[in-house]
């Protein structure tokens, strides 16, 4: 049984960082690729960031390009994303999600997964 489960979001003033972290069971780094989305109130979910150790891929969005970084251990297989310099429009719940089989063009599509945790809230507020 796969489970993901994100931890890390709170409340940051801009310019500020929060690292967060996605546990994950059932499922191996190594032969899933894990991704990034985030809803804001009132829009649809969007890629943030993904990792495929099987493709040898670190898509990242445009938009958080430079701020936000994304890696993975491997050996606690928790997905990370650290985000700094944030700035108000990256308020949204962050979502963590996995599948088995993405191919590298396929990796930014919410579509190619199929295990998605609950999510957690970052807000952005001075």
């Known amino acids: 049984q796969v489970q993901l489960a994100e931890s890390g979001g709170g409340l940051v003033q801009p310019g500020g960082s929060l690292r967060l972290a996605c546990a994950a069971s059932g499922i191996s780094f190594t032969r899933y690729a894990v991704a990034w989305f985030r809803q804001a109130p009132g829009k649809e979910r969007e890629f943030v960031a993904a990792?495929?150790?099987?493709?040898?891929?670190?898509p990242i969005a445009d938009s958080v390009k430079g701020r936000f970084t994304v890696s993975s251990d491997n050996a606690k297989n928790t997905l990370i994303l650290q985000m700094n310099n944030l700035k108000p429009e990256d308020t949204a719940v962050y979502y963590c999600?996995?599948?088995?089989?993405?191919?590298?063009?396929?990796?930014?599509?919410?579509?190619?997964?199929?295990?998605w945790g609950q999510g957690t809230q970052v807000s952005v507020s001075s």
């Open positions: 990792i495929s150790r099987r493709t040898g891929s670190t």
């Open positions: 999600a996995a599948s088995g089989g993405v191919i590298r063009s396929q990796l930014r599509y919410q579509s190619a997964y199929n295990y």
